[in-house]
């Protein structure tokens, strides 16, 4: 099972807003709707922001909003916030009870 | 509100067993989640391990099924990583996560902890 595929980076300023794809496989994510995004801050716990393509677990904000296309998913913050640079990581759903991660992204605000 | 710690070695021999533990704050480790582990080697991106059911059966991603164990102590509220035959390609920063398989997700993490694998 290969690696989900995220750009290395991606930049953007306060207030504007930014995507960051994941490109996987007929095998994972386009096969399932169990696409999540993780928030990672130097030092701390990842942080899950989206799971099931677009669904907000409590207390992220509606900034944050996840989609599927294809093999393809996306990550998009709005309004971009200095606490949003962060390292953004996406995860699918493999079958036979595999998860796959993706490469990761480095958000700069 | 629930917390993950994880412990041990920060150092381990090529060709020895790395072990790390998991400990479990704010919930009890038999209720109805799943438990899991994840690394990221240096400069690379996430990789599941493996995860261990309620139910006690368990899962690993392919490429280290032959050399991984994860099992969960209940009298102590936690789970552990065992990794065998470990080369310079398992150092790495290694977490432990609550898995959510209503769901598809990792909803809960520790904040990790390293291990470097040197003579």
């Known amino acids: 099972q290969s690696a ?43 942080k899950l922001m989206i799971y099931e393509v677009n669904k907000r677990p409590s207390g992220v904000p509606d900034r944050f909003s996840g989609s599927k296309s294809g093999n393809t998913a996306s990550l998009t913050v709005s309004g971009l916030q200095a606490e949003d640079e962060a390292d953004y990581y996406c995860s699918s759903y493999a079958g036979t009870n595999i998860y796959v991660f993706g490469t990761g992204t480095k958000v700069t605000v | 509100q629930v917390q ?10 090529p060709s020895e067993t790395l072990s790390l533990t998991c400990s479990v704050s704010d919930y ?42 994860i099992s969960v102590d209940t009298s102590s509220n936690q789970f552990s990583l065992k990794l065998s035959s470990v080369t310079a390609a398992d150092t790495a920063l290694y977490y432990c996560a609550r898995d959510d398989r209503y769901n598809y997700n990792m909803d809960v993490w520790g904040k990790g902890t390293t291990v470097t694998v040197s003579s």
């Open chain 1, 4 to 46: 989900l595929t995220q750009p290395p980076s991606a930049s953007e300023s306060p207030g504007q807003s930014v995507t960051i794809s994941c490109t996987g496989t007929s095998s994972d994510i386009g096969a399932y709707n169990y696409v999540s995004w993780y928030q990672k801050h130097p030092g701390k716990a990842p």
């Open chain 2, 28 to 69: 009890s480790i038999t209720s109805r989640y799943n438990w899991a582990w994840i690394r990221q080697p240096p400069g690379k991106g996430l990789e599941w391990i493996g995860t261990i059911y309620h139910s006690g059966g368990t899962h690993y991603t392919p490429s280290l099924k032959s050399r991984v164990t």
């Open chain 2, 4 to 13: 993950l710690q994880e412990s041990g070695p920060g150092l381990v021999k």
